[in-house]
């Protein structure tokens, strides 16, 4: 597609209930990222993906998170028993290549979590 | 740990104001430095730098970098409503080069 689309925009979830996020990047680009950005915070790393390659998952912040890439295209970010701690905008973005060599990912507009 | 410190945190001028917004870090394998606004959720992307002393420059924003000093800056000048954003400075860091490290932002309000 011509950008980086997410769905939902928004979800509002009770604690204790999974939530699934999807991305869908930018058809060609080989990398993908999910980042977080909780209230007053830098957007914070999660989850990489590149082409067949295994991800670093180094940034999942504890084992109820876990995100998969099908066919090197979509993504889908899974929050099991969510707390309200996960209430965030979860950020996708997808580029070419590295992105020190790029010039910057391409961003989503986010999906706003909120665990009530 | 790598570190981005942007400050302000927040700031509010008049249309047609210049500002500059700060951007300091400490990376163990500098490459890069970007620039993004971000107005409501998804950040865009402004500038890369790489090289010290050397000014980027679209329309009313430019942006220079001080890889002695660590730190880079973003000027706006003659501000307009529209530059309302948050701005996220961000470095690569890790051992490949698809990380970013962020800092927490600047929030610009720009009013009429």
């Known amino acids: 597609g011509a950008g980086v689309s997410q769905s939902p925009s928004n979800k509002v979830t009770e604690k204790g209930k999974d939530v699934e996020l999807r991305c869908d990047p930018i058809?060609?680009?080989?990398?993908l990222y999910w980042y977080r950005q909780s209230l007053g915070q830098g957007l914070e790393f999660l989850i990489y993906?590149?082409?067949?390659?295994?991800?670093?998952k180094s940034g999942l912040p504890s084992d109820r998170f876990s995100a998969e890439r099908t066919g090197g295209s979509v993504s889908t970010l899974t929050i099991q028993r969510t707390q309200q701690e996960d209430s965030a905008v979860y950020l996708c973005?997808?580029?070419?290549?590295?992105?020190?060599?790029?010039?910057?990912?391409?961003f989503g507009s986010g999906t706003r979590l909120t665990v009530v | 740990e790598d570190k981005v410190v942007q400050s302000p945190l927040s700031l509010v001028v008049h249309e047609g104001d210049t500002v500059t917004l700060n951007c300091s870090y400490e990376?163990?394998?500098?490459?890069?430095l970007l620039w993004y606004k971000q107005e409501k959720k998804a950040p865009t992307f402004l500038f890369m730098l790489?090289?010290?002393?050397i000014e980027k420059k679209s329309g009313r924003l430019s942006s220079i970098l001080d890889k002695k000093e660590l730190f880079s800056i973003l000027n706006i000048t003659a501000t307009q409503t529209g530059d309302s954003a948050v701005y996220l400075c961000?470095?690569?860091?890790?051992?490949?080069?698809?990380?970013?490290?962020f800092g927490k932002g600047t929030k610009l309000s720009v009013i009429p």
């Open positions: 058809s060609g680009h080989t990398a």
């Open positions: 990376v163990t394998n500098f490459r890069s």
């Open positions: 993906f590149q082409g067949n390659s295994a991800p670093d």
């Open positions: 973005a997808s580029s070419l290549g590295q992105v020190g060599g790029q010039g910057g990912y391409t």
């Open positions: 790489t090289s010290s002393g």
């Open positions: 961000a470095v690569p860091s890790g051992a490949g080069s698809y990380q970013l490290t």
